[in-house]
């Protein structure tokens, strides 16, 4: 218990319910976030003040990309575990800034594995996405799948961090597990996503765009059910699959100690019911505007979770009624609306 957990990108939404929740268990914490102002960082610091309340975490402002700041971060505490979250979000940004994709999920993850490597981490868990899937249609989709065609640059530097962390399995037996996350939603979420987005236009009396004229399907994933995948497979390393083989790889195992898994809660909602569960919980109607499909976006995503159930005991299942109740009761009391 007195070994420290390293988790990245702990000031952002679901850094910060993972550092959270591991500091509710008695463990102890280095926060890493460079605090960058894609989003309004006052949600960040509200987010920084609330685990300083625990002696077990410390915090660390750093950009993970700086070559000389990250290796020193590493061999001061020589991290066992590391949660790596901390990345730039965003699949429309990155269409528009590119070399921030670049800089924040590539650079800053080869430094990361760097660091892994030469301070004897036991596991590295990191950050995918449901991006991956990319222009794939054959649905639900299997961490199983071939995920070659992505279709923005934030979805293809998070396959390039999958390529890079098994590399690192191969090459220096670094146990690495990759969760791809599916639309993750809650209590101190992101200003750029959807529940948020829809939630302040419904009570400003303000429209809100609904893309592809409204039929979207998305796993919506509440965030404590993301939690609990996360902390159960952080004492969970991963290992060589025996039955592996070259003649038919198997893109989500491999003879390296390596793991990709699906975090998503296997049960597609269509937007318009958001909305409605939306509407419903604020009292209010919203104006809706119909769109085409934006570039870089998929119609639906829906995710296999079997392997995570198999593994660890767990499948996300909180319905998105719930979920939505939580959030905008959460929402309604930081925003004094």
């Known amino acids: 218990m007195d070994e420290p957990i390293l988790v990245t990108g702990a000031a952002g939404f679901i850094g910060f319910h993972v550092t959270r929740k591991l500091l509710s268990q008695g463990r102890r914490v280095v926060g890493v976030d460079s605090l960058t102002p894609?989003?309004?960082?006052?949600?960040?610091?509200?987010?920084?003040?609330?685990?300083?309340?625990?002696?077990?975490?410390?915090?660390?402002?750093?950009?993970?990309?700086?070559?000389?700041a990250t290796p020193e971060l590493f061999r001061k505490h020589r991290f066992p575990y590391v949660v790596h979250l901390a990345a730039q979000a965003g699949v429309r940004h990155s269409i528009s800034h590119p070399e921030a994709y670049v800089d924040a999920n590539m650079r800053g993850f080869a430094n990361l594995l760097e660091g892994c490597r030469h301070n004897g981490c036991r596991h590295l868990v990191f950050a995918s996405s449901s991006s991956?899937?990319?222009?794939?249609?054959?649905?639900?989709?299997?961490?199983?799948?071939?995920?070659?065609?992505?279709?923005?640059?934030?979805?293809?530097?998070?396959?390039?961090?999958?390529?890079?962390?098994?590399?690192?399995?191969?090459?220096?037996?670094?146990?690495?597990?990759?969760?791809?996350?599916?639309?993750?939603?809650?209590?101190?979420?992101?200003?750029?996503?959807?529940?948020?987005?829809?939630?302040?236009?419904?009570?400003?009396?303000?429209?809100?765009?609904l893309f592809n004229h409204?039929?979207?399907?998305?796993?919506?994933?509440?965030?404590?059910?993301?939690?609990?995948?996360?902390?159960?497979?952080?004492?969970?390393?991963?290992?060589?699959?025996?039955?592996?083989?070259?003649?038919?790889?198997?893109?989500?195992?491999?003879?390296?100690?390596?793991?990709?898994?699906?975090?998503?809660?296997?049960k597609p909602v269509e937007l318009l019911h958001v909305v409605s569960e939306l509407e419903k919980c604020l009292g209010r109607t919203a104006k809706r505007v119909l769109m085409p499909m934006q570039p870089g976006d998929v119609p639906e995503t829906y995710a296999d979770v079997d392997?995570?159930?198999?593994?660890?005991?767990?499948?996300?299942?909180?319905?998105?009624?719930?979920?939505?109740?939580?959030?905008?009761?959460?929402?309604?009391?930081?925003?004094?609306?």
């Open 38 to 68: 894609y989003y309004d960082p006052s949600l960040k610091e509200a987010r920084r003040a609330e685990l300083a309340k625990s002696n077990h975490f410390e915090f660390v402002k750093l950009d993970l990309a700086d070559r000389d």
């Open 132 to 209: 991956v899937y990319g222009a794939n249609t054959r649905l639900p989709f299997r961490v199983s799948d071939n995920v070659d065609h992505p279709i923005s640059m934030y979805a293809a530097s998070k396959k390039a961090n999958e390529l890079m962390a098994h590399s690192y399995a191969h090459l220096f037996r670094l146990p690495v597990t990759g969760l791809r996350f599916f639309t993750v939603y809650g209590p101190w979420g992101r200003p750029d996503m959807a529940m948020w987005i829809f939630a302040q236009s419904i009570l400003a009396g303000k429209p809100i765009t």
């Open 214 to 266: 409204g039929n979207m399907l998305r796993d919506f994933t509440y965030v404590d059910d993301v939690v609990e995948a996360v902390v159960r497979l952080i004492g969970r390393p991963a290992t060589p699959d025996p039955q592996w083989s070259g003649d038919d790889p198997d893109p989500a195992t491999s003879s390296a100690p390596y793991r990709i898994y699906n975090i998503g809660n296997n």
């Open 307 to 337: 392997d995570l159930m198999r593994d660890v005991g767990f499948r996300p299942s909180t319905p998105v009624e719930s979920g939505i109740r939580n959030f905008i009761d959460w929402y309604r009391s930081y925003t004094g609306t």
